[in-house]
């Protein structure tokens, strides 16, 4: 008898994607993370009420086993009434008919509208080695012309796709962003326990830019006293560059309730002398100062001229000139192929 995620004792009280959660099947479980099917309706979802870089996005699977301790998407769990912080990393749910159902939507995109795969999961969970859901996406893709894509993903296993995202990138604007916090892999390894290591993935964005694809670097989130100091920035942009990055951007923290609930006590346990000083900052509000996000905007640009590294975006700096909900989006890289549109017009 198949294993189910939730413990209620009937999911007849449940709508919407919470009772398709409940009733989804296991499809793997090993090292304390279960993965489930999910039957959803729809695959290419509408951002609508914010001023986000993209208008549509893709997400493949719902949780993420890569278990960052500074993960803003946690609260996607929360419509599945799982409210436990390590529920998003432990449950994760595998979309079905993934590609299927995306073939049937894209004709409501329309030309200039720019399409995110990857913003509240990675792409590349351990498991699409062998379930190949986002590559099924990808292949969709290559029989669309005229779009807007961007892929976000801290797995090299995208590498496996180069030959999909050279076939999409003929008749379509597509680039890949590494999300890279820091390059110490003593740091990376307590702040992001799964997800592959920095150098992993700076490999694979090398690999990408050889073949000739558009791939760059998310140096984010900025945190606070543990990666913004202006040697470990300019450790990530040099480590970028030599990778031969198209594109680096940075962006600080942001943390929503249901992330506080997991940051704070990482925090106690891994830089107790920063409780205080994080306590204080978010007590009242989910982002940084201004002036925060100035200073982080100016040690990168000129990291950038350092380096000899686009920034190739229709944002002027890096994060004054971004909105809170624009902030959410971590999606640099989309916002450069939109650029690129526009300067190709």
């Known amino acids: 008898m198949m294993n189910r995620p ?18 989804g099947e296991s499809v793997r479980h090993g090292h304390e993370v279960e993965y489930f099917t999910l039957g959803v309706r729809s695959m290419l979802n509408r951002c609508t009420g914010t001023r986000m870089p993209f208008t549509w996005t893709i997400n493949p699977y719902r949780g993420c086993e890569f278990a960052c301790k500074y993960c803003y998407a946690r609260y996607t769990h929360e419509f599945m009434e799982l409210r436990e912080g390590s529920d998003f990393e432990q449950k994760i749910y595998v979309k079905q008919h993934a590609a299927e159902l995306l073939r049937q939507e894209l004709e409501k995109v329309k030309p200039g509208e720019d399409i995110a795969i990857g913003t509240a999961t ?29 892929i976000v993903t801290k797995s090299a296993v995208v590498v496996r796709d180069i030959d999909l995202l050279l076939e999409i990138s003929r008749r379509n604007r597509i680039s890949v962003s590494f999300t890279v916090t820091t390059v110490d892999p003593d740091l990376a390894r307590i702040l992001e326990p799964r997800a592959p290591r920095p150098d992993l993935r700076l490999g694979a964005l090398g690999k990408l830019r050889q073949a000739g694809v558009s791939a760059g670097v998310i140096c984010a989130p900025i945190l606070p006293k543990i990666t913004d100091s202006a040697a470990q920035l300019e450790a990530v942009v040099r480590a970028s560059a030599q990778a031969q990055a198209s594109y680096i951007y940075a962006n600080p923290l942001f943390l929503k309730p249901c992330s506080a609930a997991v940051f704070i006590p990482f925090l106690k346990q891994h830089f107790p002398q920063l409780v205080a000083e994080y306590e204080q900052r978010f007590r009242d509000r989910a982002f940084l100062p201004r002036t ?4 982080i905007s100016l040690m990168m640009a000129r990291l950038r001229a350092k380096y000899a590294i686009e920034k190739d975006s229709r944002w002027k700096e890096d994060t004054p000139a971004f909105t809170t909900q624009e902030q959410l989006s971590l999606f640099s890289g989309h916002a450069i192929a939109r650029a690129r549109i526009r300067k190709t017009a």
């Open 6 to 23: 939730l413990l209620f004792d009937s999911t007849e009280r449940l709508v919407g994607i919470a009772r398709l959660a409940a009733e």
């Open 122 to 150: 990675d792409p590349y969970q351990p498991i699409e080695r062998n379930l190949e859901v986002t590559r099924s996406i990808l292949q969709e893709l290559t029989r669309h012309s005229g779009l807007v894509l961007g």
């Open 292 to 295: 925060y996000s100035q200073r």
